[in-house]
């Protein structure tokens, strides 16, 4: 299995069958290289969305077209890129879980909001999502964009994610600090990865206040763009 970022809250995950970009966001996002766009395409199989913004689902309708995959999310915003942008579309809701290649995708809660650019100003796209990906003998928990909240406490106890990507950037998300108190209080992963930070300067630079806040065994990767993490 492997995880690669791809700048801001855009990761490839490469597990079981199947290669899901999860929020990918290429145009306008200043971290991600534009010329290793094809490499970070090669392969996909599924574009999957946490929600509507801009940077995390503007890219996808062209990307979803351009490889004839599917786009995977919450069934508002996935009905409104079938319908705006023509894509082929798979949309659930939270509590359900969809078989990509494999892996086990559910959706599950997050705290944030959900609308994007529409013909005549801003559409309302459905609610904002985490999901929890298992496969290989892995859950991942992809937190979208969220503040802490006590539904981490079931959604802990239910699904046993040994690794976390925690939008963890402040301003728009947790801080890092927030973001360790709800590993620590809530979860037991192994891996924690952070996201949605670096990009601009609003944002927490590095993960250090996040390592600071975890408790001993719980590795912090620090992602660099188009770098593989291999579990």
């Not at 995950?13 to 395409?41: H, K, M, Q, S, Y």
């Not at 004839?68 to 579309?89: M, N």
């Not at 209080?185 to 192994?190: A, I, Q």
Request: charged share 15%.
């Amino acid at each position: 299995m492997k995880i690669t970022w791809l700048g801001h809250s855009g990761f490839r995950i490469e597990i079981e069958d199947a290669v899901l970009l999860v929020d990918p966001w290429f145009d306008g996002n200043p971290l991600f290289p534009t010329t290793r766009r094809a490499e970070a395409l090669a392969g996909v199989t599924h574009v999957l969305l946490t929600h509507g913004h801009v940077d995390h689902a503007g890219s996808a309708p062209a990307i979803a077209k351009d490889l004839a995959v599917p786009v995977v999310g919450i069934y508002d915003l996935v009905s409104f890129l079938q319908d705006d942008a023509g894509v082929q579309g798979i949309g659930f809701n939270k509590g359900g879980t969809v078989d990509l290649g494999g892996a086990k995708v559910t959706m599950v809660n997050a705290v944030h909001s959900s609308s994007l650019q529409g013909r005549d100003g801003p559409v309302y796209v459905g609610s904002e999502a985490g999901y929890m990906i298992a496969g290989e003998g892995h859950t991942i928990y992809v937190s979208g964009d969220t503040d802490i909240m006590a539904d981490m406490g079931w959604m802990a106890e239910y699904h046993r994610p040994d690794i976390g990507i925690l939008a963890a950037g402040g301003h728009f998300t947790m801080d890092m600090a927030r973001a360790a108190f709800a590993a620590r209080r809530y979860f037991n992963f192994s891996t924690v990865i952070p996201c949605h930070y670096r990009t601009f300067p609003l944002l927490a630079q590095d993960a250090s206040e996040l390592r600071a806040g975890l408790p001993p065994g719980v590795a912090v990767i620090e992602p660099e763009v188009m770098e593989p993490i291999t579990f």
